[in-house]
């Protein structure tokens, strides 16, 4: 746990951090989402460069609006995800925490007390922390995963008409004159909200909605693995000193970011190409052979035929670059909004 308040209050400000996070991350995970579906491979769209240059090709075909496609789908999702996520994560824990300290106390009062009374952020060991997460992971991802393949199918909808590669001023595809002036070329537009979801349900059904919930039960190790790591890192730095008293410390609002962001890039990198697996089934349709979507050995298989084993890695630097910036804005705003409700309970007491 990140911190002794009951499983609400984590729950909302684990919420409310993750939306502020994901809101100012989205153009990164837009451009990490479309390397991780991009067909065709360059060098132009390997590290920071290709970040770049995604970047400017969306802009160029799609306008400002066109960094945002799904917004409104992966807040959602992410909201839901994370409050789910965070309160049954902090209810496990503390319960698990209360069993161990006091064996004689029953599971149903323990699990009272874990909902309403704050219980010492502890490490309970590797193995549990691991059980912990995946269980919490496994309960946030049921209900979120809809939402999770509604915005990947709104992000990568353009995705088969447009080659990201031949965007490049230097390069001599662009020598040619365009059908239309720059400034009077319609931009792209991507399919609503509800004309994903009517396309995902008559195409596939109502499983549709939970194609890549097979390569995502692994990754809600990323999660826990996360938070471990988080908790691990933050008790290496040195806390800075609390004002109301000589005895209390907390840790800076640089250190959470940090440790956040840190933990999060850990995480990623070794479940990454179990994330790949996920994005890519959940951006496949239907082939028109009346074929299923690509499952998680097919996405593998082919990655590895094509690319060799680095396509299994395929997107990881803006997919990290992402997950750093969102992991430590979350993790930041969570430590201030759950500071805020301490002081809050502090005054009333």
Not at 67 to 81: K, P, R, V
Request: glycine share 8%.
């Amino acid at each position: 746990m990140t911190s002794s308040l009951p499983p609400l209050a984590q729950a909302v400000s684990g919420a409310l951090g993750s939306a502020a996070a994901n809101s100012i991350s989205y153009p990164l995970d837009l451009v990490a989402t479309k390397l991780q579906t991009t067909a065709s491979r360059s060098r132009k769209l390997d590290g920071l460069k290709g970040i770049y240059h995604l970047l400017k090709h969306i802009v160029r075909t799609e306008g400002l609006a066109g960094l945002y496609d799904g917004l409104g789908a992966d807040t959602a999702s992410t909201l839901i995800s994370n409050f789910l996520y965070f309160y049954f994560y902090t209810l496990l824990h503390a319960v698990v925490a209360r069993r161990r300290s006091t064996s004689d106390v029953p599971l149903l009062q323990a699990l009272k007390r874990a909902v309403v009374s704050p219980t010492s952020p502890i490490l309970l060991g590797v193995p549990t922390e691991l059980a912990v997460g995946f269980v919490a992971g496994v309960a946030s991802r049921a209900v979120s995963t809809p939402l999770s393949v509604i915005t990947v199918r709104m992000q990568t909808s353009r995705d088969d008409d447009e080659d990201p590669e031949d965007d490049d001023t230097d390069s001599a595809l662009d020598k040619r004159p365009p059908a239309l002036p720059e400034a009077n070329r319609p931009l792209k537009t991507s399919p609503s909200f509800s004309e994903v979801m009517r396309t995902i349900y008559s195409d596939e059904g109502l499983r549709g909605f939970w194609s890549g919930f097979k390569p995502t039960l692994p990754l809600c190790l990323t999660p826990a693995l996360t938070l471990l790591f988080f908790q691990l890192l933050s008790r290496l730095h040195l806390p800075r000193r609390h004002p109301d008293g000589p005895s209390r410390t907390r840790p800076s609002a640089a250190g959470a970011f940090l440790s956040g962001a840190t933990a999060n890039a850990l995480a990623v990198a070794i479940l990454y190409p179990l994330l790949l697996a996920k994005v890519r089934v959940q951006a496949s349709r239907r082939r028109p052979d009346g074929a299923g979507a690509a499952s998680m050995t097919d996405v593998w298989v082919r990655a590895v035929k094509e690319e060799g084993w680095a396509g299994l890695y395929q997107g990881l630097v803006a997919q990290l670059v992402k997950g750093f910036v969102n992991q430590g804005v979350t993790m930041l705003v969570k430590q201030r909004i759950e500071r805020v409700v301490v002081r809050i309970y502090s005054r009333k007491g």
